[in-house]
């Protein structure tokens, strides 16, 4: 099954494609399929931002399109920075400034009071319009600075509950096996298989 993933961000094709592994999928990035159309992440929700990115690629490329949209939900920063996880210092994709802001913002907050969740909705959706949206969490707790060299954006300052390594600081398959985002598609692909399937007349 030949799916387009939503993004040109290498580090989601890696992953998703480790996380997709045991699935019938060849997964092909925007840039693979020859997209060059960028979509404005305009939602509310991660669920939103999600189906839009995967309701523009599917029409444009005429493949079943999965998209995720992710971030980072701070209990002591009301659910912040969440849908502006990416752009929280005001650029987007500027991972080690909206680190350094969030550590900045948390500086003062206890330890007992830094709850965190990775939050991710992967959606899918086919060129005819059928759609399917699920999400992930990663539970955690966010450190005072950064330790580890894997993983990007927040993962140097998320403890996940239970564990006592950051994110950053675990191989790829040991995040994947608690992330987020594994969470979220690993429920996702069984969904896959009935999407392309075609609809009973």
Request: glycine residues 8%.
């Amino acid at each position: 099954m030949r799916v387009v993933l939503a993004t040109r961000n290498q580090h989601k094709v890696d992953e998703l494609r480790r996380i997709l592994a045991t699935y019938d999928v060849e997964l092909l990035s925007l840039d693979d399929v020859g997209v060059t159309d960028e979509v404005v992440e305009s939602g509310a929700t991660f669920a939103d931002n999600a189906l839009l990115k995967a309701r523009a690629a599917a029409a444009a490329s005429g493949l079943v399109a999965i998209a995720d949209d992710s971030g980072l939900a701070i209990d002591a920063l009301n659910g912040m920075p969440g849908v502006l996880s990416v752009y929280w210092a005001g650029r987007a994709r500027d991972d080690a400034a909206n680190l350094r802001l969030v550590l900045e913002q948390m500086e003062d907050v206890p330890d007992e009071r830094r709850g965190a969740a990775f939050v991710c909705a992967a959606a899918a959706v086919t060129p005819d319009g059928r759609e399917v949206v699920l999400e992930g969490r990663c539970e955690g707790t966010l450190i005072r600075a950064p330790r580890g060299e894997q993983g990007f954006g927040y993962d140097p300052i998320f403890v996940p509950t239970g564990e006592g390594r950051t994110t950053a600081e675990m191989a790829p398959e040991e995040k994947d096996a608690i992330s987020h985002r594994g969470k979220a598609f690993r429920a996702l692909a069984p969904k896959l298989a009935e999407l392309v399937r075609p609809r009973s007349s």
